[in-house]
C-alpha cells in the first residue's frame, strides 16, 4: 500500500541569533532527518520525551513552521513547495488538534463562529444548510447544540478540546495530527477524549498523526509508532511489536516507563539518568549514547541509520544485529 | 468599636455595595469627576452665564462674585464661561491627540510584529528614530516646522506619541501570533485580515486602552502647556493655558485669572488619573 503522507529528511533549524548584528551565531537542530510515511487510513503515533520534536514535526507537515529542508509529500503532492494560494486550499485535506485547550479557542469567538468560520472559508455547504452542519459537528463530538452561541472561558478543559476537535473535521480532513490531544486534561477525561478519537477515525476516514510524549496513551489508538529523541527516529514499528519486542534502548527505556506493564511482558527496568541534552549542541553519532545504558565507544563516531529488523520494524542502533 | 462596625457592615444588607465601594472607590470618584465636567462642557452654551468672548471694559479683573462666580479677566470677560468652554476644545484636543497615536501606533506596531522580518526592521527603526527625542522636544519641534496652530498641535502631538503605541502593541503581537488559536486560524487558510482583526488585535487591545487612559493626562497637560507657550490654540479662544498666560501679568492684582483655570486642570488631570487606574485594575481583573 503507498503512503498517504511520505516525509522524507525532514530538518527543521530554529536560528538562534546573538551580537549587535543580529546574525544566526546557532541553531537549536529540533528536527534532524526525519523521514517515515503514514498510510491511508492507518493513525501512527510519534512518541518521545518533551523537547524531542514531536510538535515542531507535526507543524512542519502543515506548514505552521517551515521546514529547513527536506521534503512532504501528500496524495502524490509535494506540498513544502506548494504557492501560498495553493497551500491554502490544501489546507482543507491537512488539520491540527491541539494540546492546550485553554489555549487553543480565541477567548472572544463564540463556538458558532469557531466551527462556522472554517465552514465559510472552504466553502462547505450552503450558507442554509451551514447550523445544521455545525450541530451535527457539535453532537458528533459529545457536545449539545445548545453551546453554539457560549464563549469558551464557559467550557471545561475536555469540552474545549471536544470543540477544537469539531473545528479541525469541520472541514472534513483527510490527515489530521493530534499534538498530545489528552496531555492537558485530567486522567479521568483523557480516556473518553481518546475513544472519541478512536470512533470519529472511523465515521470521518481519518489518517492521524498522533503525538504523546509516553508509550500508555498510544498503545490503545495506534497502528504503529514512530519513537523519537532529541530530533531523530529511534525506532518504528507496529503497536503489537513496539510493545512486545521493543528493539531499541531508548524505547525500552520509555516501555519501562510506563505504569502498569501487561502480565507476562518481561522486561529489564531501564531508568534513563539525566536530562535529555540540548538539541543546540546534540552529541556526535547516536544522540541518545549520553544516556544509553549500553552505549559503547562507536555510538559516538557515526549517527545510526534506521535498518529493518523485522516486518515493519526499523530500529537505529548500531548494536542491532 | 471599629471591629463592630466593619463587622456589622460586611453583613448588612448594603456589603455588597459596600464592597464594590471599597475596591473601585478611584474608578467611582474619577468617573463622576469627569462625567460632571463633561456633561458641564457639553452643556456649556446653556451653563455659562456669559459670552465666553464678549468684552465688557466697564467690569474688568472683578474678583468672584454672584454674577461672576469666577470673576473677570482683563478685559472684562467671564471667567467662569471661558473654563467652562475651554473644558470642552481641552478634552476634545486630549481624546484626539490620544485617538490619532494610539491608532497610528497600533496599526503598525501590528503589522510589525505580524509580519516580521524586514517589514518589522524598517517600522522599528522608524520607532526608534521617534522615540530617540523627548516627548516635548519633539512637540515643540515640530510645531516650529508647522508653525503654530491647533492643527500643527494635533500633528505633532501624534508624531510624538505613537512610538510608544506600536512598541506595546508589537511586543503582544509577537506573543498572541504564537497563540494556538491563532495558528489553528493558519491552519484553517484564513486571510491575514481575519487572522489580524479577529484573532489578534482583539486580544492585545486591553494594554493599549489602559495606556491611553493614562496618556490622555499627559496630553491635556501638553496641550494647556503648548497653548500657555503660544504654540498652541490661539487667542482669543477660550482655552485652560492661554487663560492662565493671559492672567499671569495679573498674578498680584487679580489671584483668579489664574488660579482658576489651573484648578480646572488639576482637577481634570485628577479626574482621568483616578479613572485610568481604575479601568486598569478593572480590565487587568477581567483578563
Ligand atoms: N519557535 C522555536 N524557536 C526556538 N526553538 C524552538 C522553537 N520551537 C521549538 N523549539 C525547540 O525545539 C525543540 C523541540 O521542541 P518541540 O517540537 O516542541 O518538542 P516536543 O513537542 O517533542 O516537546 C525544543 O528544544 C524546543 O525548545
Ligand atoms: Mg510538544
Redesign the pocket.
Known amino acids: 500500500m503507498t503512503a498517504l503522507l511520505q516525509v522524507k529528511d525532514l530538518k527543521k533549524y ?1 536560528p ?1 541569533r546573538g551580537g549587535i548584528l543580529n546574525r544566526v551565531v546557532n541553531n ?1 537542530q ?2 534532524n532527518d526525519v523521514s517515515f510515511g503514514v498510510r491511508e487510513g492507518e493513525v501512527v503515533g510519534l512518541v ?12 512542519t507537515l502543515l506548514r505552521l ?1 517551515e521546514a529547513t529542508s527536506g521534503t512532504v509529500t501528500f496524495d502524490g503532492t509535494d506540498i513544502l513547495t506548494l504557492p501560498k494560494e495553493d497551500m491554502r486550499k490544501f489546507r482543507k485535506r491537512m488539520q491540527i488538534i491541539f494540546q492546550d485547550p485553554y489555549a487553543s479557542l480565541n477567548p472572544r469567538e463564540k463556538i458558532r463562529t469557531v466551527i462556522g468560520h472554517a465552514l465559510t472559508q472552504h466553502q462547505i455547504g450552503t450558507p442554509e444548510d451551514r447550523e445544521d452542519r455545525i450541530v451535527r459537528l457539535l453532537e458528533q463530538v459529545g457536545l449539545s447544540a445548545d453551546y453554539m452561541d457560549r464563549f469558551p472561558h464557559e467550557f471545561s478543559g475536555g469540552q474545549r478540546q471536544r470543540i477544537g476537535i469539531a473545528r479541525a473535521l469541520a472541514v472534513d480532513p483527510d490527515f489530521v495530527v493530534a ?2 490531544p489528552v496531555s492537558a486534561l485530567d486522567v479521568s477525561i483523557q480516556a473518553q477524549v481518546i475513544n472519541l478519537l478512536d470512533d470519529l477515525r472511523g465515521q470521518f476516514n481519518l489518517t492521524m498523526l498522533f ?1 504523546a ?1 509516553d508509550l500508555a496513551v498510544v498503545e490503545h489508538i495506534c497502528d504503529r509508532v514512530i519513537v ?1 529523541y532529541l ?1 531523530r527516529i529511534m525506532e518504528i514499528a507496529p503497536a503489537g511489536t513496539l510493545y512486545s519486542a521493543p528493539n531499541h534502548p531508548y524505547t525500552q527505556a520509555l516501555l519501562s516507563a510506563v505504569p502498569i506493564p501487561k502480565p507476562g511482558r518481561k522486561l529489564a527496568r531501564v531508568v534513563l539518568k539525566g536530562d535529555i541534552p ?2 543546540i549542541n546534540p552529541p556526535s553519532g547516536c544522540v541518545f549514547r549520553t544516556r544509553c545504558p549500553l552505549a559503547v565507544a562507536d555510538c559516538a563516531a557515526v549517527v545510526p541509520v534506521l535498518k529493518q529488523i523485522g516486518s515493519d520494524h526499523f530500529s537505529a542502533c548500531i548494536l542491532t544485529a | 468599636m471599629t471591629e463592630a462596625v466593619a463587622l456589622s457592615l460586611s453583613n448588612g444588607p448594603d456589603s455588597r455595595k459596600a464592597a464594590v465601594w471599597r475596591k473601585h472607590t478611584g474608578l467611582i470618584v474619577g468617573a463622576t469627576l469627569l462625567g460632571v465636567i463633561l456633561l458641564s462642557s457639553l452643556f456649556a452654551g446653556f451653563i455659562s452665564p456669559h459670552d465666553p468672548l464678549q468684552h465688557d471694559l466697564r467690569n474688568t479683573l472683578q474678583p468672584p462674585r454672584w454674577a461672576h462666580p469666577f470673576g473677570t479677566d482683563n478685559f472684562g470677560r467671564d471667567i467662569f464661561s471661558r473654563v467652562l468652554h475651554a473644558a470642552k476644545l481641552d478634552l476634545m484636543i486630549g481624546f484626539l491627540c490620544v485617538l490619532f497615536p494610539w491608532m497610528l501606533g497600533t496599526a503598525l506596531g501590528a503589522i510589525a510584529g505580524y509580519f516580521g522580518g524586514a517589514v518589522d526592521t524598517v517600522i522599528m527603526r522608524v520607532v526608534d528614530t521617534f522615540s530617540a527625542f523627548p516627548f516635548l522636544v519633539m512637540v515643540i519641534g515640530i510645531i516650529a516646522i508647522l508653525g503654530p496652530g491647533l492643527m500643527s498641535m494635533y500633528i505633532a502631538l501624534t508624531l510624538a506619541g505613537w512610538s510608544m503605541y506600536a512598541r506595546l502593541v508589537r511586543a503582544e503581537v509577537l506573543v498572541v501570533k ?1 497563540a494556538e488559536y491563532v495558528l489553528a486560524a493558519r491552519a484553517l487558510g484564513y486571510l491575514h485580515g481575519r487572522i489580524m482583526f479577529r484573532h489578534i488585535l482583539p486580544n492585545v487591545i486591553t494594554p493599549t486602552i489602559i495606556f491611553a487612559m493614562t496618556d490622555i493626562v499627559l496630553v491635556i497637560l501638553s496641550t494647556t502647556s503648548l497653548s500657555f507657550l503660544g504654540l498652541g490654540v490661539q487667542p482669543p479662544m477660550a482655552e485652560w493655558g492661554i487663560m492662565i498666560s493671559e492672567g499671569k501679568g495679573f498674578i498680584l492684582t487679580a489671584w483668579w485669572m489664574v488660579t482658576l483655570p489651573g484648578l480646572a486642570i488639576v482637577l481634570v488631570g485628577l479626574a482621568l488619573s483616578l479613572l485610568g487606574d481604575g479601568i486598569a485594575k478593572l480590565l487587568r481583573e477581567r483578563a
Open positions: 530554529f538562534i537549536v529540533a528536527v518521545g520525551e518533551s523537547g524531542s520534536g514531536k510538535t515542531t514535526v507535526g507543524r513552521e499534538d498530545e503525538i510524549h523519537m530530533g540540548s538539541p | 504564537k
